[in-house]
């Protein structure tokens, strides 16, 4: 996947994951909430572009005009679709209600993400590999019965690979502002 950033509706607000404006995705809300059987339900997804710079630029500027760019490049793709009244309801009961409204429902900016289920590690490795293979950094592993977190869960577990690498430092400078003194 393109570079992503979560953005959910909870309470009727929609924030993101860091609590910042997005100023460019009041088209895909508004679809969104203009959705009766979408009401009850607080949605979980991400924002993308084909980068991490044009995400921020995408839906993060507040002084660009950037809705062609947007409607060409622009998703928001949804993994969660959550009664805010059973947290305990598992995943995979979510995940069939989020497809079976979205079936009905179609918006060129929005996307379900894709899931597979698999029963091995040869059957995740497979798909792993295809997720690298398309440009993701890695896979998220979820239990089919978990329950929902809007937060860091033990119930699910991202795989990426670990890229090192050695180099020698030929010089540096000091930082400015809130990196000044830094060590």
């Known amino acids: 996947l393109p570079s992503h950033d979560r953005v959910s509706r909870k309470n009727k607000v929609w924030v993101s994951k860091q609590g910042k404006s997005l100023y460019n995705a009041k088209e895909i ?5 203009s959705i009766a059987a979408l009401n009850k339900y607080m949605i979980d997804g991400e ?19 950037v809705s062609k760019q947007l ?26 209600r989020l497809e ?15 899931t ?34 809007f937060k860091r869960s033990k119930y699910w577990l991202k795989v990426k690979p670990q890229k090192t690498m050695d180099c020698k430092i030929v010089g540096f400078e000091e930082g400015k502002g809130k990196y000044r003194d830094w060590e």
């Open 29 to 33: 809300q508004k679809f969104l909430d």
């Open 47 to 65: 924002i993308q572009g084909k980068t991490w710079e044009q995400t921020m630029t995408l839906f993060r500027s507040s002084k660009k005009d």
């Open 71 to 96: 409607a060409k490049d622009g998703r928001y793709k949804i993994f969660g679709l959550v009664n805010p009244d059973r947290l305990n309801e598992p995943l995979c009961d979510r995940r069939e």
């Open 100 to 114: 079976e409204i979205f079936d009905k429902y179609k918006h060129p900016m929005i996307r379900l993400i894709q």
């Open 116 to 149: 597979d289920t698999v029963y091995s590690f040869g059957e995740f490795k497979d798909h792993h590999d295809l997720h690298l293979a398309s440009g993701c950094d890695g896979s998220i592993l979820k239990f089919r019965r978990s329950p929902y977190e």
